[in-house]
């Protein structure tokens, strides 16, 4: 009796822990699609990106690789068959799979293998970087076919989708830069109307009106799309917002508008039309 009721207590623990084990593997809304890592190798280093679609979708003719926000390396890897990567939170990490449609496959790209503690901002002006990131979407046009790129970064993210659309106008056609960094801090200077207007493609700048974030002020990014004669789509509203003013869950991070702002970004990509603003 003694046994069989311990093996029926070892039984229900394994359902528990199962159960929670499930729970955790679904608790990312993004798992339910296709996911997979994809790695180019580059002398001495690498650079993997997190390619999401359809499950089941075989042909697609747009890409998106997204650009996170700081630190920038999200230490990308499969393990035990698992995919595994921080910056989980990143509005364009969580909120990936709103950007996904018929045709078109998000394609996250994390730091290269040898920036995976510090990724300063300027290692993403070098033509290294930019040799880097061409790397990375070779090898997801290797297995996609050819592919209509758009770079869309945010945060710390948008000074390497910038300086990756200077570096590969042939490569991408247009670039989005959300929530921007456009004062220096310790990890860089930020972005300044210089290098925007060595960007030979279409930018368009998507911004929160009420960032709190010191570093992504909505008054420069206005007049740094005044300067550049570049377009931008400001967003108004948020609801859930919890943590620091530069973290993802703040009006830096679209908190609650995250689904009407990929829907109007997704809108431009198709049409080359800026949308309206973006409200609650």
Not at 113 to 122: R, T
Request: glycine share 8%; with cysteine; hydrophobic share 40%.
């Amino acid at each position: 009796m003694l046994r069989a009721l311990q093996w029926l207590a070892a039984f229900a623990a394994a359902l528990i822990i199962s159960a929670q084990t499930a729970h955790a593997q679904v608790k990312d809304p993004n798992a339910l699609l296709a996911n997979e890592v994809i790695v180019a190798q580059l002398p001495g280093r690498s650079i993997s990106v997190l390619v999401t679609h359809q499950p089941g979708a075989t042909k697609f003719t747009h890409a998106i690789a997204l650009f996170p926000g700081s630190p920038g390396h999200m230490n990308l890897r499969e393990e035990g068959g698992k995919i595994q990567y921080g910056l989980g939170g990143n509005f364009l990490v969580r909120a990936r799979r709103h950007f996904i449609e018929d045709g078109i496959l998000t394609v996250v790209v994390d730091a290269p293998s040898d920036q995976q503690n510090d990724f300063f901002q300027a290692v993403r002006e070098t033509p290294r970087y930019g040799e880097d990131v061409k790397a990375a979407l070779d090898a997801v046009a290797k297995k996609f076919g050819a592919l209509d790129w758009t770079f869309i970064g945010t945060s710390e993210g948008s000074v390497s989708a910038a300086h990756a659309a200077r570096m590969l106008p042939s490569e991408a056609k247009r670039v989005a830069l959300t929530a921007s960094v456009v004062s220096p801090s310790r990890r860089g200077r930020g972005l300044e109307v210089a290098d925007i207007g060595q960007i030979k493609i279409p930018v368009l700048w998507v911004h929160n009106r009420d960032d709190p974030c010191k570093f992504t002020q909505y008054s420069r990014i206005k007049s740094y799309a005044e300067e550049t004669k570049t377009p931008l789509l400001t967003v108004i509203g948020a609801s859930g917002e919890r943590g620091e003013p530069c973290e993802a869950f703040s009006q830096h991070g679209f908190v609650g508008m995250e689904i009407k702002t990929i829907k109007a970004m997704l809108s431009w990509i198709r049409t080359g039309q800026v949308p309206p603003d973006v409200t609650e």
